[in-house]
């Protein structure tokens, strides 16, 4: 297979720089925060501002080349192959929050972790997800579904502008006033598909406190926690998951469940008084084996979860469900524990949606 040489020309055009197969330092530049996947492309461009990114796109489209993306690597579908350029966008990473009209502006390749200690310096949050070391412009352009959905809705719908390099090259904001058509289809398109977003601003909310957290319940009660979580009327201000988890038997696991599965009641409440009350109740239905609940500065939104940060391989789907029927319960509990077997499944969640339905320029 051949692989297109990439000229050196390019380097000139860049304050970036251009990484190429026989560099020592073309695996590190490639690499994927989700390491199932390996991309393999004619060249790595490491972008350090949207002048790089126009460079790269347009000479990839007088090479005949392909453009991939990538911020972080949390989202791969389709490794990027010798056919293309793959423009990481890592150190676009500048964030400017402006308390006055509650907005953040932010570099292509951010991740939400940056955004949200600055946000909360000034007692505002973004629409961060379950991990703020994943990144801003991916997650908010696949939807974005975080602990604050419920109340505020999905990231998606709190975009105020995009700045695109198009495959021209050519650099366009994208807002409901400005091309609103391109701003609808980068909106939910997942990535970059349309084009390569160099900068997004993005609307924040006020969020200091919630009561946030989980309840470990063990794996066998699994039904009974379902089912009380399925019948739980907590209100929008409340964003909920039940979730099955069966934690590896690895050192890098707390040893209080290392080994063991969990049916795990989670969530986050923006009003702490009235979380407490709410997870109060369901203490007092059944003592959780691990009480993992409690006032939390939204700033550590990522203890909610506790997902792992490191590197890793994963594989993960996801889908809309219009109503939680009789079987979801037992049909998650089934997928992790393995009726026969052990599983390869690690953890399965739902997350309560509903709720706050912000004008913003999801397809509706
Ligand atoms: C540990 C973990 C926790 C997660 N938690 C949540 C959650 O709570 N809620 C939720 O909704 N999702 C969650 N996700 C899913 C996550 O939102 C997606 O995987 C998302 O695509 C990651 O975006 P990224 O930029 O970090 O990843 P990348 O792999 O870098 O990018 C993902 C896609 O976005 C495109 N893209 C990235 N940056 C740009 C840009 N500047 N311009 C154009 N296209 C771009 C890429 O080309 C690619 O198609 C989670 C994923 C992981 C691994």
């Avoid at 964030?95 to 006055?100: A, I, L, N, Q, T």
């Avoid at 961060?128 to 412009?137: C, D, E, K, L």
């Avoid at 792992?308 to 993960?316: E, S």
Wanted: with cysteine; net charge negative; hydrophobic share 45%.
């Amino acid at each position: 297979m051949s692989i297109t040489s990439i000229p050196r020309a390019l380097d000139d055009r860049l304050t970036g720089r251009v990484v190429r197969p026989r560099d020592p330092e073309y695996a590190q530049a490639a690499a994927a925060w989700n390491v199932a996947w390996t991309h393999r492309p004619a060249a790595v461009v490491v972008a350090t501002n949207e002048d790089d990114v126009v460079a790269a796109v347009r000479h990839a489209g007088e090479a005949g080349l392909g453009v991939a993306v990538q911020s972080t690597g949390h989202g791969v579908t389709v490794p990027a192959d010798e056919n293309s350029i793959l423009v990481t966008l890592q150190h676009m990473d500048h964030v400017r929050v402006d308390p006055g009209t509650r907005t953040a502006t932010v570099g292509g390749g951010v991740r939400w972790a940056p955004v949200l200690a600055e946000a909360q310096r000034h007692g505002l949050a973004p629409l961060v997800g379950s991990a703020p070391h994943v990144g801003a412009v991916g997650y908010s352009l696949g939807g974005g579904f975080g602990w604050l959905a419920r109340r505020y809705g999905l990231a998606v719908d709190s975009i105020r502008s995009l700045r695109v390099v198009l495959a021209d090259g050519s650099v366009v904001t994208a807002s409901a006033q400005e091309n609103p058509e391109l701003f609808w289809g980068m909106c939910g398109s997942g990535g970059s598909s349309l084009g390569v977003v160099a900068e997004m601003a993005v609307e924040l909310f006020p969020v200091r406190e919630v009561y946030a957290g989980s309840l470990l319940y063990p794996a066998e009660a699994a039904t009974e926690v379902f089912e009380r979580f399925r019948e739980m009327d907590a209100g929008e201000d409340f964003t909920g998951a039940f979730n099955v988890t069966a934690f590896p038997p690895l050192e890098i696991v707390p040893e209080p469940i290392r080994g063991k599965a969990f049916a795990i009641l989670r969530g986050c409440h923006v009003d702490a008084a009235a979380g407490q009350r709410l997870v109060d109740e369901w203490r007092a239905w059944r003592a959780p084996a691990l009480d993992m609940f409690g006032v939390l500065p939204f700033a550590r939104a990522g203890e909610i979860s506790q997902d792992p940060v490191d590197p890793l391989p994963a594989a993960t789907n996801g889908r809309w469900l219009a109503r939680l029927g009789d079987g979801v319960g037992g049909a998650m509990r089934d997928a992790v524990l393995g009726g026969e077997g052990p599983s390869p499944v690690l953890f399965a969640e739902t997350r309560q949606a509903g709720g706050a339905r912000p004008p913003g320029p999801t397809p509706r």
